[in-house]
């Protein structure tokens, strides 16, 4: 058989060449974020190395890491996205991604899915942070309802994990 080394993206049949399928493969050859999720009020989307100020700036809100890990120093955390959005987005086709207000264009939090182990067992986790001004608000319950039904559509998994410390009300 042949060898194909330096392909980006093996199509088996043009039944599965539609225009979004073209459009993703010109995105990521272009290393252009998708938008994966469209809420009413938000939308999400892959993160990319410009992001990486507005991040920073979410995760300095009152208590955003009490429950959660910060982000590494700026070099470490340069070094961890790049390799992010080239396995994890291109592999999986999920991840974790970033919260965008419709209206305003402002980052307001980050969700999404990761694959972890629980219990000796490849599960699904759903996480999701957002940003102290825009608490109380029902973000949450929008972007985690579109996470549920993104999931239930696009992976094998037939239970998506939330871990929530007792104490983060």
């Known amino acids: 058989g042949q060898t194909f080394s330096g392909a980006g993206v093996l199509v088996e049949s043009f039944e599965e060449v539609d225009f979004l399928f073209l459009e993703h493969v010109y995105q990521r050859k ?4 998708w938008t ?10 892959e993160m990319t190395l410009d992001d ?3 991040l ?3 995760y300095r809100g009152e208590g955003i890491t009490k429950y959660m890990e910060g982000l590494y120093e700026r070099g470490k955390e340069e070094e961890y996205t790049k390799a992010y959005i080239k396995n994890v987005y ?6 974790m ?12 939090g980050r969700a999404g899915l990761n694959n972890l182990n629980l219990h000796g067992e490849p599960a699904l986790e759903m996480g999701y942070v957002v940003g102290e001004e825009f608490q109380n608000q029902g973000y949450a ?4 309802q579109a996470i549920l039904a993104f999931a239930r559509k696009n992976t094998g998994f037939e239970r998506v994990q939330c871990l929530i410390h007792r104490d983060n009300r």
């Open 30 to 33: 272009h290393n252009i974020p």
């Open 36 to 45: 994966v999720i469209e809420t009413r009020r938000c939308f999400l989307r």
């Open 52 to 54: 990486l100020d507005d």
């Open 56 to 58: 920073y700036q979410l």
């Open 90 to 95: 291109r592999f999986y086709g999920y991840g």
């Open 97 to 108: 991604w970033l919260a965008i207000d419709r209206k305003k264009g402002q980052l307001i």
């Open 141 to 144: 319950t929008e972007l985690c």
